[in-house]
């Protein structure tokens, strides 16, 4: 029972271009949606989030969409950056438990 | 937010061993601590939710009697995996639950040879 599901599990993009990670999940329940970030061998650091009440949260490089109707949410990050190769989780969360995807690989290209 | 550490970061046991995991929060009183686990090219898997002075709370298919989760204080929750198999090889990772999000440690490497 895939709660959440990221199809793409790896992405190169151009240093300075857009990247763009999306996410599809099911649960409706879900009123919190966080996006981590993490490097191999280490723990996931938080990047970015959004209340299901908003449709869209920026912060910096970071911008967050959420369609609530369509279940899909999306990270965008511009400019791309060398140190922003990593995978990035989209995290919804519900009851305080947060159900991980399975991760996007993300390499940004010099 | 939150610093957590773990320790060992890394440990290799052999089969039937068993292997303690800590996790300390260092600068916040956390009443609640999960513990995850990450095989490969795989995602964060919740394998259970610490609540200190209470037992845990363990998702399904996890098996409290092998992963026995100890929080006796508000910065220090421990993982025991009894009686370690190969298969048990994993990333171990805990996180604090802060005001508004959880904040994770970095990790544990378990080998079972």
């Known amino acids: 029972d895939q709660q959440v599901k990221q199809n793409s599990p790896s992405l190169s993009v151009q240093e300075g271009r857009i990247s763009i990670l999306n996410c599809d999940y099911t649960?409706?329940?879900?009123?919190?949606f966080l996006w981590y970030k993490k490097y191999p061998a280490e723990g996931p650091t938080f990047l970015i989030s959004?209340?299901?009440?908003?449709d869209k949260n920026e912060d910096g490089r970071f911008t967050v969409f959420l369609n609530k109707s369509a279940k899909h949410l999306s990270l965008h990050i511009v400019p791309s950056q060398p140190g922003d190769s990593a995978v990035y989780f989209c995290v919804p969360q519900g009851a305080q438990k947060l159900v991980f995807g399975q991760g996007t690989r993300l390499t940004i290209n010099p | 937010g939150a610093v957590v550490s773990q320790h060992p970061s890394w440990v290799i046991c052999k089969s039937g061993t068993s292997v303690k995991i800590e996790c300390r929060s260092l600068d916040f009183q956390a009443t609640t601590m999960f513990w995850y686990r990450q095989f490969p090219k795989q995602s964060l898997m919740l394998m259970a939710t610490s609540n200190e002075g209470s037992k845990a709370t363990y998702e399904q298919g996890v098996e409290k009697d092998k992963f026995l989760i100890n929080h006796a204080s508000l910065t220090l929750s421990t993982l025991t995996v009894t009686s370690a198999h190969p298969e048990d090889s994993s990333f171990y990772i805990c996180s604090v639950l802060g005001l508004y999000e959880q904040y994770f440690g970095p990790g544990t490497r378990l080998t079972v040879t």
């Open positions: 649960n409706s329940m879900f009123d919190y």
């Open positions: 959004i209340s299901s009440i908003k």
